[in-house]
């Protein structure tokens, strides 16, 4: 059996890995990984406990090309750092001073035939020079770097994972490329996958006040796919006054917090302020009485801002202030202007901040925010559990992580879809088995 080499580089949980290994052995390559690099202790806690390994070694900086063994295909999530502004060549910047240079540096060294990098989305256009442009600067020397010095063939797609039957959307751009084809990555559409296939069911849910107030309020499946936060409207929005978060308010209030909540964002006010506009501002009780007039309207005002409903504030003012790095824009309160009320908003401490609808797909697993994700189970709602965020990135049963929660979605929030990458290793796969001679004593494969 021909055995392909492999290194793993900002391996995380290893879910490159699962999806170049799974590809290669469907084709009846044996697959070995000859080095791991990771630096975060839990993901390496994690990566010992469902892989075996030959070399698995710490910061990506610390290994000299001179202890990397000879491999097939390098395979890396790499962080994307910003690019330095020195250094440019022929238009493009030079990459010394980020991740990316370390995976050119081992390319340079190493001669492998191929590859796979993945990144956020937003690399597409980062650092881009004009807004029509369809790729910024920072992909451009990417490609550059390891089409024109390195001599590989290279494609690049952003994939969606919910083109794979996973009830999730998350979009990652994957650049790839081998010394003979450059790789298609076009897809199909595949079979939608609602998020309910997923889910683990008959387990604790939760019993708090926050939940008991979600539910005096709305019927168990009136919340699925509903938001709860004070910054946006609209009609799958919960605002913590509909159901009474901050203490009880009457119908006439909340009908005054609405009203409030769009006009606050209006242009026309702040050239009545005498501010520049900014998405959310302070009107006084005389504005606010143009568009809700009545008797008690301070009397509904302050009561709502001693509850913690509003705020009583200055309107804000933007400042430019001139830095040797440039121009520096800030708001800050203008204490010449008169105080208004102002809806609070920003992160708000809400046990859930999104119920997902068991009928409909998961948003983009996020570190940050997937604690505050809440799933209906029974008749009640409860947190997304480990397992429930691996099937949601296509990991297979088998594999665990022997971590603490919040460190196991942190990981999770930072991982790839497993079947995504199994289609595009798939797709090198095809290649590296139609161009590769093997020697027929040694199994050393002949490319370079």
Known sequence: MQKVKFIDLFAGLGGIRLGFEKAFQDLGFETACVMTSEIKPYAVETLKNNFEHDFLAGDIFDIRNEFIPD?????????CQPFSSGGKRQGFMDTRGTLFFEIERI???????????ENVEGLVKHDVENKKDTIGRTLKTILFKLENDLGYKV??????????????????IFIVGTRDEKP???????????????????LETMDTEFTKKL???????????????DKRGGDNNIHSWDIGIKGDVSEEQIILLNKLFKERRKKHWAE??????????????????????????????DDLAKKGYLKFEHPKKLVREVTEQGVKKYRAYDETKPKGYNIITGKLSFE??????????????????????????????????????????????WYK???KKSEAFDLLGNTVAVPVVEHVATELAGIFQRNVNYSTSSKIPVYS
């Open 155 to 172: 494609s690049w797609k952003v994939l969606d994972s919910i083109d794979f039957s996973l009830p999730q959307s998350r979009k990652r």
């Open 107 to 117: 390319l340079r060294e190493k001669k492998p035939y191929g590859f796979i990098l």
């Open 401 to 403: 992580i022997p971590v």
């Open 215 to 229: 539910f005096n309020h709305f019927a168990l499946e009136d919340l699925y796919g509903k938001s709860i936060k």
């Open 184 to 202: 298609n990555l076009s897809i199909e559409k595949r079979t939608f996958k609602p998020l309910k296939d997923i889910l683990e069911t008959g």
């Open 272 to 301: 009545k302020i005498g501010i520049d506009w900014m998405d959310g501002m302070a009107l006084t009780l005389k504005q606010i009485k143009t568009f809700y007039p009545v008797d008690n309207l301070k009397f509904l005002l």
């Open 352 to 397: 859930i901040n999104k119920i997902l609808d068991p009928e409909d797909i998961a948003p983009t697993i996020v570190a940050t925010d997937v604690s505050r994700l809440a799933v209906p189970d029974g008749e009640g709602l409860r947190r997304l559990t480990i397992r429930e965020g691996l099937r949601l990135f296509g990991y297979p049963e």
């Open 71 to 79: 491999f097939d295909f390098l395979l890396g999530g790499f962080p």
